[in-house]
């Protein structure tokens, strides 16, 4: 359960910290802050990032094989970019560019597990 405990925080983690990069992009966009100071951007993207590391921090602890999990310290990373890459390109495409996913999404995904695989080899 430990391991799949982990990769739901990371998921979640990942929402977080794709939002907190790069929502204020998208806000910009609408007009929403288009006149906010940069200061104003990176406080709202840190309160946005407070709760990715509130989810980062304890999916590393929990899936981490010396505190219980299943994961060592490479496969842990590895899951964890894995993550990020495929989040952030379901949010972008979808959220802020209104497109649809391509058969060339599908064949990075596929890569991105690939990768996975190979760190999980013995």
């Known amino acids: 359960m430990n391991g ?10 990942n929402v977080f910290m794709t939002l907190a990069w790069y929502g204020h992009l998208r806000l910009q966009q609408q007009g929403t802050m288009s006149n906010w100071p940069l200061i104003g951007v990176i406080v ?24 219980g999990g299943p994961f060592s310290l490479v496969q842990l990373k590895v899951i964890q970019e894995c993550v990020s890459l495929i989040v952030f390109a379901i949010i972008a495409n979808m959220m802020f560019q209104n497109q649809s996913l391509q058969w060339n999404h599908a064949a990075a995904f596929l890569c991105i597990v690939a990768a996975v695989y190979f760190v999980f080899m013995k």
């Open 4 to 13: 799949i405990y982990t990769i739901l925080l990371l998921v979640l983690s």
């Open 44 to 67: 709202f993207s840190w309160g946005i990032a407070f709760f990715e590391y509130c989810c980062q921090v304890p999916a590393n602890r929990i899936g981490f094989v010396d505190n």
